[in-house]
T-cell receptor
Framework: GAGVSQTPSNKVTEKGKYVELRCDPI?????LYWYRQSLGQGPEFLIY????????DSGLPNDRFFAVRPEGSVSTLKIQRTERGDSAVYLC????????????FGSGTRLTVV | AQTVTQSQPEMSVQEAETVTLSCTYD???????LFWYKQPPSRQMILVIR??????QNATENRFSVNFQKAAKSFSLKISDSQLGDAAMYFC???????????FGGGTRLMVKP
């Protein structure tokens, strides 16, 4: 596609529920990144993929968070047993190769846990 | 590990005037890249300007320019002839080498007065 697409744009869920956030990168971009942006703060790195494999998942806060990219294109960020502290904007970015040099960001998913 | 600090939570500028946003960073890497991103209410992070650390010449992009002081680890953004459309959150970010995630500062909210 023309840009990085993230769905849904907004998601409200109840505490304890499971959610999936989807990222559709620019066609042909091999690298894909997830960031979390809490209110009033800068984005914080969660995980990045090179192709299908997670190259670095050191930013995932705990084992409730998991991300996949099974075919090297679309990625899904999965959050189990959501907590109110998970409320944030989740941003996805892709780039043609590894490197922050050529990032294109999506518009994010605003997750609200009530 | 890298850290990025933006000491100005908010800045205000009169339309057509010039404003400078501050950023300091810390990294142990010798090869790194610095960025300024703009985030409007649409939430998408938009690249404003980037600087390779090995280049001594300050980057410029139309009305946007940087003052890169490598020894002081300072990377400020100057916006000339400010326009109403420049109003947004601005984030400074750093990445080292290629293939790694961005580390963001906490952001500066820029307001432009007509």
């Amino acid at each position: 596609g023309a840009g990085v697409s993230q769905t849904p744009s907004n998601k409200v869920t109840e505490k304890g529920k499971y959610v999936e956030l989807r990222c559709d990168p620019i066609s042909g971009h091999t690298a894909l990144y997830w960031y979390r942006q809490s209110l009033g703060q800068g984005p914080e790195f969660l995980i990045y993929f090179q192709g299908t494999g997670a190259a670095d998942d050191s930013g995932l806060p705990n084992d409730r968070f998991f991300a996949v990219r099974p075919e090297g294109s679309v990625s899904t960020l999965k959050i189990q047993r959501t907590e109110r502290g998970d409320s944030a904007v989740y941003l996805c970015a892709s780039s043609p190769t590894l490197g922050g040099y050529g990032y294109t960001f999506g518009s994010g998913t605003r997750l609200t846990v009530v | 590990a890298q850290t990025v600090t933006q000491s100005q939570p908010e800045m205000s500028v009169q339309e057509a005037e010039t404003v400078t946003l501050s950023c300091t960073y810390d990294t142990s890497e010798s090869d790194y890249y610095l960025f300024w991103y703009k985030q409007p209410p649409s939430r998408q992070m938009i690249l404003v300007i980037r600087q390779e650390a090995y280049k001594q010449q300050n980057a410029t992009e139309n009305r946007f320019s940087v003052n890169f002081q490598k020894a002081a680890k300072s990377f400020s953004l100057k916006i000339s002839d400010s326009q109403l459309g420049d109003a947004a959150m601005y984030f400074c970010a750093c990445t080292h080498n290629a293939g790694n995630m961005l580390t963001f500062g906490g952001g500066t909210r820029l307001m432009v007065k007509p």
